[in-house]
């Protein structure tokens, strides 16, 4: 997917939100984070969409690896109630 298309995809959603731009994915790539894009349904009118963005943490003592994953201000849903 590319940029254009992703923005185009989250834009049809009621309350986007610029936390779940391509352009943050971007972003927080630069700062550790893996960026994931998924869209849920058909991709011309998705159900649900959601930047997911991903980083392994380590704390000393707890585990060797960790995973931390988050959807900021996200998921975008077409509606709430279904």
């Known amino acids: ?9 989250i834009a049809s959603f009621p ?17 550790g984070w893996e960026a994931s894009y998924k869209v849920w349904g058909d991709e011309a009118h998705p159900d649900a969409a959601a930047l997911i963005l991903q980083r392994e943490i380590s704390i ?21 109630a279904d």
């Not at 309350?15 to 700062?31: D, F, I, N």
Request: glycine share 6%; proline share 9%; charged share 15%.
């Open 60 to 80: 000393n003592g707890f585990a060797a690896r960790l995973r931390v994953i988050y959807v900021p201000k996200g998921p975008l849903l077409r509606d709430w």
């Open 1 to 9: 997917m590319n940029p254009e298309t992703w923005n185009t995809i």
């Open 15 to 31: 309350e986007p939100h610029l936390l779940q731009t391509w352009q943050w994915g971007q972003v927080k790539s630069q700062y």
